[in-house]
């Protein structure tokens, strides 16, 4: 607003810019979860097992970890609009895959650019909803960025299953739909201005090796495991859960299995708004115990077969996520050197992609000997250890009050 009362030309077009901006990376983010309902369609079509799953699944966290040590700082050399339509051509790429998918090679490529989408956009699309907020509008344009960020995950799940249910098609159409939006993203973000003034060519972009100074260590371990944690859950959610509420608890409904992915990516956002009124220093704790709840809860599904634990667990365990996730990434930035903070918030993204893949790959290990629900209980067993392992160092050792900056 302007002094005089009136209305603000230039705040109001910001404000557009970053939510138009905004509105392309949830697109993005949609598309990197939007077979999560699908795959038991797919082990249908296809006749795989679960471990086929789980690595088709896995495949995307690969990608997104050979984006960020290669390329993860390219939107700073290049420019954000040229990495982020980078970004589009890789989801475009990725829906493409799907929609000739006739056999597995193509479920696998189409995950390994889903990755190299979400590697580009995770960083580039956050910068950019931050640069093209009008002055003073940090707080409201990471909230934007944030929602953005795992609503748009949460989105994925859920329109694809509610395609995939009341529409026809279910293999077909929700592509359909994504490319769709990937083209009128696309021409958003024509329209949108530059915000990095010295760019240069793409041959100045460098592998960015991870780093963990002296300094960062005691704060790095715990946020690392559980940063792990959180994202592994959020793996086992969105490669079996629908096969489990399928097979174990009779709900074939693909919309109902969307919608219980959609809600612990729901719930990660609100965990993630919920640091800046919690404090990062007592954020990361809480976010571990939270977190703790909601592998309980899981554990209380599996073993009994209960569709309200399910749920709850997705609410829990997000919101634990979310709390633990923001403040970890916090906490890890603030104890870094200023000339090294880009590289050791990379090695924490690496961390938690990795929590993504190589768990939820040994889920599908167990699955054929044990069941899924039994491969599930082996998961949340190693998940505890872990979690409770990340709490009591924060009991000995808890976050400096410099970190709840």
Request: with cysteine; aromatic share 8%; hydrophobic share 55%.
């Amino acid at each position: 607003m302007r002094e005089d009362g009136g209305a603000d030309p230039a705040g109001q077009r910001g404000w557009l810019r970053c939510l138009l901006a905004g509105a392309v990376f949830v697109v993005c983010m949609a598309g990197t979860t939007l077979p999560t309902p699908l795959y038991p369609l797919y082990q249908q079509e296809f006749g795989f097992s679960e471990l086929t799953v789980t690595v088709v699944y896995a495949v995307y966290a690969f990608g997104v970890i050979g984006v960020l040590l290669l390329a993860g700082n390219a939107s700073d050399t290049v420019g954000r609009r040229p990495a982020l339509l980078w970004g589009l051509g890789f989801a475009a790429a990725s829906a493409g895959c799907f929609l000739a998918a006739d056999g597995l090679p193509w479920l696998y490529a189409g995950r390994l650019f889903s990755g190299l989408s979400a590697g580009l956009f995770t960083g580039a699309a956050t910068a950019y909803v931050l640069e093209l907020a009008p002055p003073g509008g940090a707080s409201r344009a990471t909230f934007v960025a944030t929602a953005a960020n795992m609503g748009g995950l949460g989105c994925g799940p859920l329109l694809a299953g509610l395609l995939a249910e009341y529409a026809s098609d279910p293999l077909t159409l929700p592509f359909v739909v994504h490319l769709a939006l990937v083209a009128a993203s696309v021409l958003v973000l024509l329209r949108l201005p530059e915000t990095v003034t010295d760019r240069r060519p793409l041959s100045a972009v460098r592998p960015q090796r991870p780093a963990l100074p002296p300094q960062v260590r005691a704060v790095f371990v715990p946020s690392a495991v559980a940063a792990f944690v959180g994202f592994a859950l959020f793996g086992v959610f969105t490669s079996v859960s629908p096969a489990f509420l399928a097979r174990y608890l009779h709900v074939d409904n693909h919309a109902v299995s969307g919608l219980v992915v959609a809600l612990a990516f729901f719930a990660s956002t609100a965990g993630q708004l919920a640091v800046s009124r919690v404090g990062v220093a007592r954020s990361l704790p809480l976010g571990c115990a939270v977190l703790l709840a909601g592998l309980l809860l899981l554990g209380g599904a599996l073993y009994t077969d209960t569709l309200a634990l399910v749920v709850l667990s997705a609410l829990v365990g997000g919101t634990g996520q979310g709390l633990a996730f923001r403040a970890a990434i916090a906490a890890v930035a603030q104890a870094a050197p200023a000339d090294r903070r880009a590289a050791v918030i990379s090695t924490l993204f690496v961390v938690a992609y990795a929590g993504i893949s190589v768990p939820v790959i040994g889920v599908g290990l167990l699955a054929d000997p044990l069941g899924l629900e039994g491969a599930g209980l082996v998961f949340i067993a190693c998940m505890l250890v872990l979690i409770v392992l990340a709490a009591g160092y924060l009991l000995r050792r808890p976050v400096r009050a410099e970190a709840r900056r």
